[in-house]
């Protein structure tokens, strides 16, 4: 994972998790139900974007698909794209969750 890529998927993962600890305490949910919505929605995007850089069988496969195979020079932004697709759509999923889930009683 090329280091620009690593910063904006650093950004991302901490953007949705500082969504989900304002509402928490905007919405005064005891320090418990913080810790675990909090760290529940963190590993989820950690997982989200560190599963596909450790899988490199599958990550190549996913490049190959969305850009067939490579005959020229690729920016190594490009070359991530899927692995920040996968974490963007899981920092997505996972705030999503959170603000149903938090709100069911």
């Given at each position: 994972?090329?280091?620009?890529?690593?910063?904006?998927?650093i950004a991302?993962?901490?953007s949705?998790?500082?969504l989900?600890?304002?509402?928490m305490?905007?919405?005064?949910?005891?320090?418990?139900t913080?810790?675990?919505?909090?760290g529940?929605?963190?590993?989820?995007i950690g997982?989200?974007f560190l599963?596909p850089?450790?899988?490199?069988?599958l990550?190549?496969?996913?490049f190959r698909?969305?850009?067939?195979?490579?005959?020229?020079v690729?920016?190594?932004l490009?070359?991530?794209m899927?692995?920040l697709?996968v974490?963007f759509?899981?920092t997505?999923?996972?705030?999503?969750?959170?603000?149903?889930?938090?709100?069911i009683?």
């Amino acid at each position: 994972m090329s280091p620009i890529a690593l910063l904006l998927a650093i950004a991302v993962a901490l953007s949705g998790l500082g969504l989900v600890v304002l509402d928490m305490q905007r919405r005064q949910s005891p320090k418990q139900t913080q810790l675990l919505w909090g760290g529940g929605v963190a590993g989820g995007i950690g997982a989200g974007f560190l599963a596909p850089a450790l899988h490199d069988g599958l990550y190549d496969a996913v490049f190959r698909l969305l850009y067939g195979t490579p005959d020229h020079v690729v920016h190594p932004l490009e070359q991530d794209m899927p692995i920040l697709l996968v974490g963007f759509l899981t920092t997505i999923v996972g705030v999503v969750v959170y603000a149903v889930g938090s709100r069911i009683p």
